[in-house]
């Protein structure tokens, strides 16, 4: 259980700069940090648990994770989504949105 108080999306911040070479708190560090174990682990499907967060607007919290997307080839953060609990890589929401954003004004390519 992740003793740090920050928001999900704060979270998600961190990582990104962490993963750009930024400075991030030693506390935060410590919780972001990836083994090379880690990283294989995660590359062969297994996400690694970060703790329990919460947004603005949600009424608990819910389980982080990093993971691995093997479309884009990057480690995003997230927690579990719908029945199945599956992950949404944000560049993968991206591209689907750019995509219905395509189709709903006609350009089918």
Not at 29 to 55: E, Q
Not at 85 to 91: A, D, Q
Request: proline residues 5%; hydrophobic residues 40%; neutral net charge.
């Amino acid at each position: 259980m992740c003793v740090v108080a920050l928001k999900g999306n704060e979270l998600i911040e961190a990582f990104h700069l962490l993963q750009s070479g930024g400075s991030v708190p030693e506390e935060v560090r410590a919780i972001l940090k990836l083994s090379f174990f880690d990283k294989l682990k995660i590359k062969m499907g297994f996400p690694k648990y970060i703790g329990d967060f919460t947004n603005d607007g949600w009424s608990g919290n819910l389980p982080f994770y990093i993971v691995w997307c093997h479309w884009h080839k990057i480690f995003f953060i997230d927690y579990p989504h719908g029945f199945d609990n599956h992950f949404h890589c944000p560049k993968c929401l991206e591209e689907a949105e750019k995509l219905r954003a395509r189709l709903a004004d006609g350009k089918w390519i």
